[in-house]
């Protein structure tokens, strides 16, 4: 069995939320992804904030983004305990997806064997517990 990346550790991670940002969160608490769209010019804002950078409305409607995919990746190694550990690595990843063109969301890839990761790879989502939420994290579709 080849290696494969760890998760990182999200438990004791306090995300800051604000009015804009808490949607999100919220949603994330019940594993859905959902990211904001202007409801007055249709489109994507992100990171989320109070105005649109096309049209400068509040209005914002909440959406489901589609299938992801990675934009860009790295490999991180990560040192193990003592000479004898195992060699483990994080792939930090940018992933994209199809009905939400301009968001691109920073991300984990875990449980992903290195040499399986490439640019435009199909990645699902999954779930991390935060201390006060629920973090996005990707593994490549198939994989899971
Ligand atoms: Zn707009």
Same mark, same amino acid.
């Given at each position: 069995?080849? &290696? *494969?990346?760890?998760?990182?550790?999200?438990?004791? $991670?306090?995300?800051?939320?604000?009015?804009?940002?808490?949607?999100?969160?919220?949603?994330?608490?019940?594993?859905?992804?959902?990211?904001? *769209?202007?409801?007055?010019?249709? %489109? !994507?804002?992100?990171?989320?904030?109070?105005?649109?950078?096309?049209?400068?409305?509040? =209005?914002?409607?909440?959406?489901?983004?589609?299938?992801?995919?990675?934009?860009? !990746?790295?490999?991180?190694?990560? *040192?193990?305990?003592?000479?004898?550990?195992?060699?483990?690595?994080?792939?930090? &990843?940018?992933?994209?997806?199809? #009905?939400?063109?301009?968001? *691109?969301?920073?991300?984990? $890839?875990?449980?992903?064997?290195?040499?399986?990761? &490439?640019?435009?790879? $199909?990645? #699902?989502?999954?779930?991390?517990?935060?201390? =006060? %939420? %629920?973090?996005?994290? !990707?593994?490549?579709?198939? #994989?899971?």
């Amino acid at each position: 069995m080849s &290696a *494969r990346s760890i998760c990182p550790d999200f438990s004791a $991670l306090e995300v800051p939320m604000d009015h804009w940002s808490e949607p999100f969160w919220r949603a994330a608490e019940e594993h859905r992804l959902l990211v904001p *769209r202007c409801g007055a010019c249709g %489109t !994507f804002r992100w990171p989320s904030g109070p105005f649109c950078s096309q049209c400068q409305s509040q =209005n914002v409607e909440w959406l489901p983004p589609g299938q992801g995919r990675i934009y860009s !990746f790295t490999v991180l190694p990560v *040192r193990g305990d003592g000479e004898a550990a195992p060699p483990q690595f994080r792939i930090p &990843a940018l992933v994209v997806f199809d #009905e939400a063109p301009g968001v *691109r969301l920073v991300s984990s $890839l875990v449980d992903a064997p290195a040499a399986a990761v &490439a640019i435009d790879a $199909l990645v #699902e989502v999954d779930w991390l517990a935060a201390a =006060n %939420t %629920t973090v996005p994290v !990707f593994r490549l579709r198939g #994989e899971s």
